[in-house]
């Protein structure tokens, strides 16, 4: 595994060479250390996966709506509403066309996306142009981990990449249910 800090020059680009390589970074946001790839590694999901010893659908962080705006099954109404939820960090859950995004991180026809308000993750994803992968670092059941030196320890052999933001440890994302008409906070 490659540890490299934030503040280094060259962070940005490692972090979207590792996307394009399709390595597992464990990486910083505004909530906590989520772990991903690209949205399309599906070998990189299924060791996400192992890693978190877990088989279940799995969120994508954005740079922009615009990005899968037109992927999702919503009227005009619905999608400015998702829209502005998306404004505070808040995770959507919605319908999306089958097959216009990577169906094996979807359930039930339905995929999950943020945009984060980590201006270093920004960043990455406004260079990046594509959505990736977004979970917490840790094994399913129990606490995330907040510091790289816990990420290291027990993750260390199994991800490629880890951004060293120090220390994060914030309120998890709200998410939002869209279902037809209907809008519901799950968290």
């Known amino acids: ?9 060259n962070s940005l680009e490692i972090f979207v060479k590792a996307l394009r390589n399709n390595q597992i970074i464990a990486y910083p946001t505004d909530t906590i250390y989520g772990l991903g790839t690209d949205i399309n590694n599906n070998k990189g999901i299924d060791r996400i996966n192992l890693i978190k010893m877990r088989k279940q659908p799995m969120s994508i962080a954005l740079g922009s709506f615009d990005i899968i705006k037109n992927k999702i099954n919503a009227d005009e109404s619905m999608l400015l509403k998702i829209e502005e939820i998306l404004k ?23 995929i999950g996306f943020r945009i984060p308000k980590h201006n270093y993750l920004k960043s990455v994803l406004r260079l990046y142009q594509k959505p990736i992968t977004t979970t917490s670092v ?21 991800i490629d990449l880890l951004i060293d933001d120090g220390k994060i440890k914030n309120y998890p994302s709200k998410i939002f ?5 209907e809008v519901k906070q799950v968290r």
């Open 88 to 110: 505070d960090g808040s995770t959507c859950i919605a319908p999306y066309n089958p097959g216009s995004l990577n169906d094996k991180i979807a359930k039930d026809g339905k």
């Open 138 to 158: 840790n094994k399913t059941g129990s606490v995330p981990l907040y510091t790289p030196n816990e990420i290291e320890e027990k993750f260390g052999d199994k």
């Open 1 to 9: 595994m490659k540890r490299i800090k934030i503040d280094d020059p």
């Open 177 to 181: 249910m869209f279902d037809g008409d």
